[in-house]
């Protein structure tokens, strides 16, 4: 698969190929511009092919229509996006979900007694840009949001680099208890958070370097993410 934004400009994802196993957890990670929110880009159909396609159960995702392929996928982003409205219209905003099961989501996300407790509870003001919630709990109701959907891949795009290590941790494991039958791609901002992944994708200049279990990559002292790891402990 290649990928460039516009005619006449150079790729910026290049003949990359990779098979990632259903319901599993990949951390990608690289430099800056080497080619990670591409790759994001590339999944949700945001830009067409320059060569190549992806392929989701088998299925050439340029022979889906946009609602159907975007309905299957749901990403986490690095600052929650929140609207001015309801609570409510933010968490579901087709209004295709009984209260019951927007509870259950905030249940899940811990999130449940926080709204709760607000006097107007689902129908709760949300301020512009949610800036009427703390940044912790604006990341807990996109999560929420997610879960409603059940979607078939989860994208994480550096999804807790603006919140605090521990806040970064019950939301990592949020994911990793909510999201279990999912296949989820991690964009990392901390490496610790991708250290447990099933598999590890590295990419440099829009190409796949790397590609194997964070333990088979360990191994090897010269790899690009052996190197990574061991700046980040330094």
């Not at 290590?165 to 991708?194: E, P």
């Amino acid at each position: 698969y290649s990928m460039r934004y516009r005619t006449g400009v150079p790729l910026v994802l290049r003949d990359i190929s990779a098979k990632i196993p259903p319901g599993s957890r990949v951390g990608i990670c690289g430099r800056t511009g080497s080619g990670k929110s591409s790759l994001f880009s590339a999944l949700f159909r945001l830009v067409e092919p320059a060569s190549g396609c992806i392929k989701i159960d088998g299925v050439d995702t340029t022979s889906l229509g946009l609602t159907a392929l975007r309905s299957r996928i749901a990403i986490i982003p690095q600052d929650p996006v929140m609207f001015v409205g309801t609570l409510r219209q933010n968490l579901d905003p087709f209004f295709q979900y009984q209260d019951e099961e927007l509870w259950d989501a905030l249940r899940l996300c811990r999130m449940h007694d926080v709204i709760a407790q607000r006097p107007d509870k689902l129908e709760a003001n949300v301020s512009e840009s949610g800036h009427n919630f703390s940044q912790g709990e604006r990341q807990l109701i996109c999560i929420a949001r997610a879960l409603l959907r059940k979607p078939k891949i989860l994208l994480l795009d550096e999804a807790t680099a603006s919140i605090d290590m521990d806040t970064d941790n019950m939301v990592q494991g949020m994911i990793r208890q909510n999201f279990t039958k999912c296949t989820c791609l991690t964009i990392a901002h901390r490496l610790n958070t991708i250290a447990d992944s099933d598999l590890i994708m590295v990419l440099d200049d829009g190409i796949i370097s790397e590609f194997d279990t964070p333990a088979n990559l360990l191994k090897r002292e010269e790899s690009a993410y052996s190197e990574m790891v061991a700046a980040d402990h330094s």
